[in-house]
């Protein structure tokens, strides 16, 4: 079912960006994360809406550079765009929204075009299993380039394909 939705959203990415420019901008990135939440967003309960917060970002591979560039600063302002939309919905996130740019793995993205993915992950419960986590999540940041700030994290790869920044928990910003 996911290959046949794909295959739809590129023939009508298709027709949409045929022609026109094939440069991402942010904007674009923040428009399609909102409408991927309302895509996959689902009543539980009266009043209860659950929403996606964690997002894979696919992009080609000639576009994959620019979004390195744009790096960790534009990840924490789309976890920012997730989490103002989730509020303005009224949708429930089950834990951080985390936001990951990856280059995609077959050569199906052309230039210009790109996918978002996504997924509800839960966050640990308590505080300390919360650090447990983030500590043991550190180490998969590895191949990004923005975790060089992380202190306890080995040199990335020379060629890394994921950036990955990740939120902190809604409650916690509560």
């Known amino acids: 079912m996911d290959n046949i939705e794909r295959g739809l959203e590129r023939a009508v990415r298709g027709v949409f960006t045929a022609g026109s420019r094939n440069r991402i901008e942010p ?3 923040a428009s399609r994360l909102r409408a991927e939440m309302d895509n996959k967003s689902y009543v539980i309960a009266e009043g209860r809406t659950l929403a996606p917060n ?5 992009f080609s ?11 960790e600063n534009l990840a924490e302002e789309l976890c920012d765009v997730a989490i103002r939309h989730a509020r303005s ?21 052309r230039p210009g075009e790109f996918l978002i993915l ?11 299993a919360r650090g447990r986590a983030a500590d043991a ?18 040199a990335p790869d020379p ?6 920044y990740t939120s902190p928990s809604p409650r916690d910003q509560a």
């Open 118 to 128: 996504s997924t509800q992950e839960r966050s640990p419960r308590n505080p300390a």
């Open 54 to 58: 964690v997002f894979t970002i696919e």
């Open 27 to 29: 904007v674009d990135l």
């Open 137 to 154: 999540a550190a180490p998969s940041a590895v191949s990004s380039p923005i975790a060089h700030q992380a202190t306890h994290a080995p």
């Open 89 to 109: 919905q009224g949708y429930t996130l089950r834990g951080a929204v985390r936001v990951t740019f990856t280059r995609a793995r077959s050569e199906e993205l």
């Open 159 to 164: 060629a890394p394909d994921r950036l990955l």
């Open 61 to 71: 591979e000639a576009d994959f550079p620019r979004a390195q560039d744009w790096g």
